[in-house]
């Protein structure tokens, strides 16, 4: 933590709360920033970080929160931050602080929390951004924790909903689409695509998206209906990215993207590394 302390917005972030949470804990139960300099906002030190973490984790637990308030006021400050659940805590590595009180919130089920963090990382840095520094850590760490223990599945579930929704909520313009984006014919994992779709329409590009567990079949019959200038379709294994299909729509889009993974290894094709990758491609193939 920088030696002047943090803000409000940098502490909720890291806890996984949202900001009126945290302020409510300050005029209701004196769990206040208290670090202060002449002309300027008072920021939260490492200790006040502390008691806060402690109410949070208190008040998880059941607590009231009177009661929690008055614990963590009273509990000794610690050396360092604490974690979240032992060993059920999800790693994030060396990921933003955010990234770490967004996989507190997923793993307390917090879908309320979860969002607010989600709903203001896409409202400060937009949705690349808040995709990679935010979402891919947390998910990677749920997927590494799972593949350990089998764990998380309904963390990885709730956390995904209150994704979808976010970028869902993000304005869509108006126009003509002239990207489709689809899955792989057995792809069921379709939130990369509603990231690209979301990221796009920030940069005021309308696109198409079908979905999850696209049937080539269909894919081939909505590209011939809507004649879109690119088509991406995306696969995160091998065993679902089907280089026959893409060949197959070569006549029929002036660029074929084929997003994620799955098509690791596969030479001659349009493959972006990232969702930063993917929406330079769009854009610049389009433009």
């Given at each position: 933590m920088?030696?002047?302390?943090?803000?409000?917005?940098?502490?909720?972030r890291?806890?996984g709360i949202?900001?009126?949470t945290?302020?409510?804990?300050?005029?209701?139960?004196?769990?206040?920033?208290?670090?202060?300099?002449p002309g300027?906002?008072?920021?939260?030190?490492?200790?006040?970080?502390?008691?806060l973490e402690?109410?949070?984790?208190?008040?998880?637990a059941?607590?009231?929160?009177?009661?929690?308030?008055?614990r963590?006021l009273?509990?000794?400050?610690?050396?360092g931050?604490?974690?979240?659940?032992?060993?059920r805590?999800?790693?994030v590595?060396?990921?933003?602080a955010?990234?770490?009180?967004?996989?507190?919130?997923?793993l307390?089920?917090?879908?309320?929390?979860?969002?607010?963090?989600?709903?203001?990382a896409v409202?400060?840095?937009?949705?690349?951004?808040?995709w990679?520094?935010?979402?891919?850590p947390v998910?990677?760490g749920?997927?590494?924790?799972?593949?350990?223990?089998g764990?998380?599945?309904?963390?990885?579930?709730l956390?995904s909903?209150c994704?979808s929704?976010?970028?869902?909520?993000?304005?869509?313009?108006a126009?003509v689409?002239?990207?489709?984006l689809?899955c792989a014919e057995d792809?069921?994992?379709?939130l990369?695509l509603?990231a690209?779709?979301?990221?796009?329409?920030?940069r005021?590009?309308?696109?198409?998206?079908?979905?999850?567990?696209?049937?080539f079949?269909?894919?081939?019959d909505a590209?011939?209906r809507?004649g879109?200038d690119?088509?991406?379709?995306?696969?995160?294994?091998?065993?679902?990215?089907h280089?026959?299909?893409?060949?197959a729509?070569?006549?029929?889009?002036?660029?074929l993207v084929?997003?994620?993974?799955g098509?690791s290894?596969?030479?001659?094709?349009?493959?972006?590394?990232?969702?930063?990758?993917?929406?330079?491609?769009?854009?610049?193939?389009?433009?």
């Open positions: 920088a030696g002047d302390g943090r803000s409000a917005g940098e502490v909720a890291e806890l949202a900001v009126t945290l302020r409510t804990w300050h005029q209701r139960y004196g769990l206040g920033p208290s670090a202060h300099a300027e906002h008072r920021r939260y030190t490492r200790k006040d970080l502390d008691r402690t109410m949070r984790r208190l008040t998880q059941g607590v009231p929160p009177a009661e929690a308030a008055r963590a009273a509990a000794p400050a610690s050396d931050p604490t974690r979240d659940g032992g060993g805590a999800i790693p590595g060396r990921a933003a955010a990234a770490r009180g967004l996989a507190r919130a997923a307390r089920l917090d879908a309320a929390a979860a969002t607010d963090l989600l709903h203001d409202a400060a840095e937009g949705v690349v951004a808040a990679q520094t935010l979402v891919v998910l990677q749920i997927g590494t924790r799972h593949a350990a223990t764990a998380l599945v309904e963390v990885e579930h956390l909903g994704v929704a976010v970028l869902a909520a993000v304005p869509r313009p126009g689409p002239r990207i489709l689809a792809e069921q994992h379709s990369p509603e690209l779709a979301a990221a796009l329409a920030e005021g590009v309308p696109v198409r998206q079908l979905g999850a567990r696209v049937p079949t269909a894919l081939r590209v011939r809507t879109p690119a088509v991406v379709i995306w696969a995160h294994d091998p065993a679902l990215a280089v026959e299909h893409l060949t729509l070569a006549d029929r889009a002036r660029l084929a997003a994620g993974p098509w290894g596969v030479d001659g094709l349009h493959r972006p590394e990232g969702l930063e990758d993917a929406v330079a491609l769009l854009m610049g193939g389009l433009s």
